[in-house]
């Protein structure tokens, strides 16, 4: 199957060895194991990105493969990150309060030590007691389900409802956008127990490892998410290479045609809906700890909206496109948004990028799709008809 | 001898007021010149009370003046005088009790009376019974208004002469409403209270219901056996009515029981009795659950180092040995009862307006949701795109009426300006956004959706670099100010009922447009069915070119509205396209009765939710929209769907 798979899709075969060879390179320049050439900073930026990749893969997979435009796909990133979040800030906490507690008369009961968490947790929000929701932070392997779990059931329950009553196209990428703006809306409120608008924080320290520097654990998790992302890239090249990739495809051309032949088609895009969802979890669950911090403001609608942009620029319904769209555009952006573009003197006017960045993104997004609506990946076709030429 | 006294207190009685006009107000003054020297509010009362009852005409003037500190003292021989300005230093003193002119003084010589606000206060209350019968009628409901915030007993009889003297009927009916108010208050008469209480039924005044929850506010309290002498609201069963734990600390703060030993005070006792690591022979560190550390302080308690525990059997004896009940502050049954009905009778009336207003809120929601949405619906009926940029119209509207504020500072003139401008500027958008972008993505409606959100990311970020981040300001004109108010329950702003009739004058003239115009007609053809129009010669491409600009006009519209009860900044349009998104999906592609409903449902579902969990508006956009994903499963096309061809794809 692996070899099939192989000979079926060459760029697969060709993406895990570019995927791999820049992880080690990485490794080897970074502060943590290697020369130090590359700031820990930089890897965490480099990590982060592999992770956006990774969901940019997801969205590739339910919009280029199977046409459903989802907009919320973020918010699935959003819940990865707070389920795992929840974890490092509660066994965060509970180091900092045990270490507090430990020079008390009397050595602290359990009842106090939970207390201690709460006030400390939940104090910025107006309150000391743990909401229900945080019922299993203290196990990892509980919110570790829980990234998979939450939004995987979130998707299913949403996408069954929407794909049952034939909500398609716009229609269905309205109704998922405003999915995304009620969880983020919900999220806000101080009482959602998952504190409102200053979410959770203090994400890149893990409990326990406190000792372990900064630049040995961005390694780690840079280390960590350009495994899941080919794992991923290998899960979606899979899925979208066999019988059930002509389906989805066929499903993306014409539904109609397709659910005349038989085809379950809401099974197959509840399939596929629910599998990007977790996928897009996962990888919010590797970005955040990355991060540091993950709050409401994450999960709005328009993050969503640019994951779709992304894949749109990198070029739908090729793998490849969307890890190069993801990469590309983030990384531009961080570029352009950190300050370090030189400003273009016009004389009369002078570009800063930092405030034209948007601009430039926006309308080359709207060149990119009048012009080129394959994308950058479509390059690549050009290149290889060449070669057969 | 008795004839003698006899004459010599009538003649007492007579002369009294005449005794006090005899040396005039500056006589009186002076016999009380060292406390209005330095007045404060304790001494300034029986000053005032004698002022007052000298009834000398110029007493109000002088009173008036002194609150406004308006009253100079000569140094030289301590008279009070009023000034105005006269050449130089020098100014004119006026004589307070003639109002003649009385020589020039330098200012040097003079010291101005300064009271502090408490002294003002008292002073205002004693000026109120002139105001009351003052005969303008201006200040005479000034006055009453003053009253009505700050009245004590003295005032009930003041007022109640100053009825008679009334001839406003409306000023009249206030004063009475007024009284009817201090009666309940201060009434020494319980039926006329219980009278005046009665008489609020059904009236929705704040003031009322301020006058009357005093009435009926309640404490608890802890007897013995049953209560007597007291007004009882309700006895308290403990377990159902009070909480055991409540009704056991109100015993101990009553010091009819011991108090319980709070968990923070066992901790610190146990930390006292620290023995060589040891509590009561129980090791510090075994003492990591409470039960461990319960037995540690029992252990303590038996050697008679601490206060003992209260066991929850001596606590549930102790509560069920007494009674609890709600006892009103008013000691007077009938007063209690009656104002409890009249309440009630309130609550009743209060609601019905309350719904009133809900209504209006929603509706006033609406109109703006219908503004915000109609464009979108029109371009997403006929031309089948989503447009992302829609926000981004409503903002340029926004700006557009912003930037004409700028360069006409009348804003009548200038709104009435800015409408039709923004109609142009962003018909203009819109059409350039048509025949550069959409038109080349004609049958991809979801690169559409894509495309027009860069679009809408560019001009977002455009405005930004232009305008700045800052809000900016799109003011109203002064007719605008201010609200319409029914009565304390019911009241709407005039920009919202400027922006619903807005709303109703946009419908009709879309609807004349569409059902009584070519240019309506060929919409409505291109709209069910874009070829067989074409070949009836309609141009689709022009009927989409004029759809797309006649939309985004518009917005450009709701962008003016909008700005004028919100802040203008470059997100404006953003926080509206969700909302209009949902106006169009729940109403119905392609037709403005279909907005309209979707319009008027989501306005009303917000304010109605919004209802129920007052505090929490965010919660509210979360419920509402989850309501519509499923209102989605079971009207999928809509509340009005299209129907024949239309429908089909």
Known sequence: MQRSLFAQQPSVLIFISLLAIFTIVITVLSEGFGLGLVSTSFVKILGKTLCLCLIAIAMDLVWGYCGILSLGHFAFFGLGGYMIGMWLMYERTKDIVIASLASAELPPTAEEIREGIGTQIFGVVGGAEIPVVWYFADSLFAQLALVVLVPGLLALVFGWLAFRSRVTGVYLSILTQAMTLALSLYLFQNDSGLRGNNGLSGLQNLPGLTDVPQSVVSVWFFLASALALGLGYLLAAWVVSGKFGNVIRAIRDDETRIRFMGYPVEAYKLVVFTLTAVIAAIAGALYYPQAGIINPAEIAPIASIYLAVWVAIGGRGRLYGAVIGAATVSLLSSWFTGGQAPSIPLGFYTINWVDWWQVLLGLGFVLVTLFMPKGIGGLFDRLVRKDAA | MLRFACLLIAAMVCLAPAHAQEGGLNALLETHRAKIEKPSRTTISPVLEDLVDSQLPSVAVFLENWREKGVWQR?????????????????????????????????????????????????????????????????????????????????????????????????????????????????????????AIESFAGDPGVDARAALNPLVATSIKVFDATPEGVNVARLLTPGSDIEPEVAYQLLVDAGKARPIVPLSERKRALIANIQD?????????????????????????????????????????????????????????????????TLSDISGTVGFYRFISLALDGLSLASIYFLAAIGLAITFGVMGVINMAHGEF??????????????????????????????????????????????????????????????????????????????????????????????????????RIAIFVLAVVFMGLLLFILKRTRLGLEIRAVTQNPRMASSMGINPDRINMMTFGLGSGIAGIAGVAIGLFAKVTSELGSGYIVQSFMTVVVGGVGNIWGTLAGAGMIGSLQKVIEFFNPSNTLAAQTYMIIFIIIFIQFRPKGIIALKGRAAGD
Not at chain 2, 138 to 151: I, S, V
Not at chain 2, 152 to 172: G, M
Not at chain 2, 286 to 312: F, I, K, N
Not at chain 2, 415 to 424: C, D, E, K, Q, S
């Open chain 2, 75 to 195: 140094r030289s021989d301590g008279r009070f005088f009023f000034v105005k300005p006269a050449d130089g230093d020098e100014v004119m003193l006026i004589d307070v009790d003639t109002g003649a002119d009385a020589g020039l003084a330098d200012r040097s010589e003079l010291s101005n009376l300064n009271p502090n606000s408490g002294v003002r206060a008292v002073i205002a209350a004693a000026l109120v019974q002139f105001q009351l019968s003052d005969p303008d009628p201006a200040r005479r409901l000034q006055a009453l208004t003053a009253l009505a915030r700050d009245a004590n007993q003295s005032h009930l009889s003041i007022l109640r002469e100053a009825i008679e003297a009334e001839t406003d009927p409306d000023i009249k009916a206030r004063k009475e409403r007024l009284e009817r108010l201090l009666t309940i208050r201060f009434g020494s008469d319980s039926a006329n209270r219980v009278a």
């Open chain 2, 277 to 341: 690591g040891a509590v009561a022979d129980i090791p510090v560190a075994d003492l990591v659950t409470q039960e461990a550390r319960d037995r540690a302080y029992l252990a303590l308690a038996a050697a008679g180092a601490v206060p003992p525990l209260v066991s929850r059997e001596e606590q549930r004896s102790a509560v069920a040995a007494h009674v609890f009940a709600e006892i009103y502050s008013e000691p007077d049954p009938a007063l209690t009862t009656a104002a409890r009905q």
């Open chain 2, 394 to 495: 409503i903002m340029i509207g926004a700006y557009t009426g912003y930037v004409v504020q700028q360069f006409i500072p009348n804003y009548t003139a200038s709104i009435l300006v800015a409408l039709p401008l923004a109609f142009a500027v962003a018909f203009m958008a819109g059409v350039a956004l048509e025949r550069l972008v959409i038109r080349h993505l004609a049958h991809r409606p979801l690169e559409t959706l894509l495309a027009t959100f860069g679009i809408s990311i560019a001009l977002q970020q455009i405005a930004k670099n232009i305008f700045g981040t800052q809000a900016r300001p799109l003011t109203s004109p002064s007719w605008l100010d201010g609200a319409w108010a029914l009565n304390d329950v019911v009241s709407v702003s005039y920009i």
